[in-house]
């Protein structure tokens, strides 16, 4: 599958508190366009990789996740085109196998949190949550990197203009566990 991408700097408070808008950059100098003359890219999978966070070498996680596009506003997307790895605070039982060994099940930080609307919040009851891949005690599988997965479509190819990120706001203190590199990938153009 093709892939159109690269790397994004994530900052604090791109539009909004604790928001990152990820668009692309502007025209070289001297050349002028209106958003109607733009080509987004189109694919079918979407692919988040969350290379490190503003310090916590433990945990990663957003408060809310917005896919933009062709018209520049939010794709409705079902919680069943989400997928990642690993896919929340619920995963560290699954990773040592046994119960009680890490955050516990039942964990309310689940991926779903990021398309339930509440993205300007600090109730970590609205926000995704996962062990970093690169932290201790964590098997990665291959993976050097946290990732999330959206299906976009199941057939015809979907434009994206842009993605919005709020990152994790639970406390000042756990601020630190927000995005602060993504490499962002589409599939399936």
Do not use: F, I, W, Y
């Given at each position: 599958a093709a892939a159109a991408g690269g790397g994004a700097r994530a900052g604090r408070g791109a539009t909004g508190p604790g928001a990152l808008t990820l668009m692309p950059p502007p025209p070289p100098r001297g050349v002028t366009?209106?958003?109607h003359d733009l080509e987004h890219p189109k694919g079918t999978k979407l692919r988040l990789r969350f290379l490190n966070t503003w310090g916590d070498k433990y945990y990663v996680g957003l408060s809310?996740?917005?896919v933009l596009g062709a018209d520049g506003k939010p794709l409705t997307l079902p919680s069943t085109a989400l997928d990642g790895w690993p896919r929340?605070?619920?995963?560290?039982n699954t990773e040592a196998g046994?119960?009680?060994?890490?955050?516990?099940?039942g964990d309310s930080?689940?991926?779903d949190k990021l398309f339930d609307?509440?993205?300007v919040t600090m109730d970590d009851n609205h926000m995704w949550l996962a062990p970093a891949a690169y932290a201790?005690?964590?098997k990665p599988g291959g993976e050097t990197a946290n990732w999330i997965e959206i299906t976009l479509s199941a057939g015809e190819p979907v434009a994206v203009s842009g993605l919005r990120l709020w990152n994790y706001?639970?406390?000042?203190?756990?601020?630190f566990r927000g995005v602060r590199r993504v490499k962002v990938t589409l599939e399936g153009g």
């Open positions: 366009h209106t958003d809310a996740l917005q929340d605070m619920n995963a560290l046994a119960e009680g060994s890490g955050g516990g099940t930080r689940t991926l609307g509440c993205n201790p005690g964590v706001n639970k406390s000042a203190d756990d601020t």
